[in-house]
């Protein structure tokens, strides 16, 4: 049985700008994807890993920000990519806190407006 999620994407305005934000906050680089008509840059992803995979995306007309699509990254400690935020551009919207059995989770919003998750076990 697959997980629920198999891809994600974030729209965003100023690709550039929003890239550096999750290259910093995620202390990843992420990878272009060609796509006719669209720019797009890739989370780094392993095929055999759990986890959906996902990217960043400009399209003319697709506005950022504002939507109720909310994707939640992967971390050892969430508070660490939290702390990262600020300093990327961002705000926090909520610092990490407990949600009981499922670990923790931290709410940030980026450089386009768009809220996303961290979440940690610790």
């Not at 729209?11 to 550039?16: E, F, I, R, T």
């Not at 060609?34 to 840059?41: A, D, F, K, N, R």
């Amino acid at each position: 049985m697959n997980n629920p999620v198999g891809w994600f994407e974030i729209y965003v305005q100023d690709m550039p700008r929003a890239r550096a934000f999750y290259e910093a906050v995620l202390a990843r680089k992420l990878e272009q994807l060609e796509s006719p008509g669209i720019e797009m840059w890739a989370f780094p992803m392993e095929p055999d890993q759990p986890g959906a995979a996902g990217s960043l995306v400009w399209m003319e007309g697709v506005p950022s920000g504002g939507n109720s699509t909310l994707v939640y990254f992967i971390s050892e400690d969430c508070a660490i990519e939290a702390a990262r935020v600020p300093a990327s551009g961002g705000k926090i919207f909520k610092e990490k806190f407990s949600i009981g059995q499922y670990g923790f989770i931290a709410l940030a919003i980026d450089t386009e407006g768009n809220m996303f998750g961290l979440h940690s076990m610790k």
